[in-house]
């Protein structure tokens, strides 16, 4: 999913978890967590490539087209997220905590149901069994559905 749209939709969730919790800094952790949790692809960028970039066209092109490579996208992993929620509810964390727990989630749910991937690709241990090759993780038509 694009970050316009997660964008728009973190704008949603956020206001309406601030409209329900009254919690400003649960809503602006929610709203930034539902944005910058793909950061993890700019890290896998990093990796791959040996170099920085800000340019949206250039990631498209790399996860979207180029076959090789690995993708780890740490961030995008329900155990991560799992263990998050765990943390919360065994210490009985603010809602400020929650926010940053509905703001990940709801991202990854998002792009869950957006992206063409294969249905375990953000299971952490999935991406691992399968050394995190992009052309396992990856469906078989996924490259031709990207362009
Ligand atoms: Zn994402």
């Known amino acids: ?20 919790t009254h919690s400003l800094w649960g809503s602006v952790l929610c709203f930034v967590s539902g944005i910058l949790m793909d950061l993890d692809h700019l890290l896998d960028y990093i990796l791959a490539k040996k170099r920085l970039t800000f340019s949206y066209k250039t990631l498209l092109s790399y996860f979207g087209s180029e076959k090789s490579g690995k993708i780890y ?19 009985q964390l603010s809602v400020v ?5 509905v703001g990940v989630t709801t991202h990854i749910l998002l792009d869950k149901f957006h992206n063409p991937i294969r249905p375990f690709v953000y299971f952490l241990t999935y991406r691992m069994k399968n050394k995190f090759n ?8 996924y490259f031709k559905r990207m362009t």
């Open 1 to 20: 999913m694009s970050p316009v749209y997660h964008t728009v939709y973190a704008g949603f969730f956020s206001a309406v978890y601030g409209s329900v």
């Open 73 to 91: 996208i740490i961030f995008h992993s329900y155990e991560f997220i799992f263990l998050l929620w765990l943390f919360i509810a065994f210490y």
């Open 97 to 101: 905590w929650v926010g940053l727990a």
């Open 134 to 141: 992009k052309e396992s993780i990856y469906p078989e038509d």
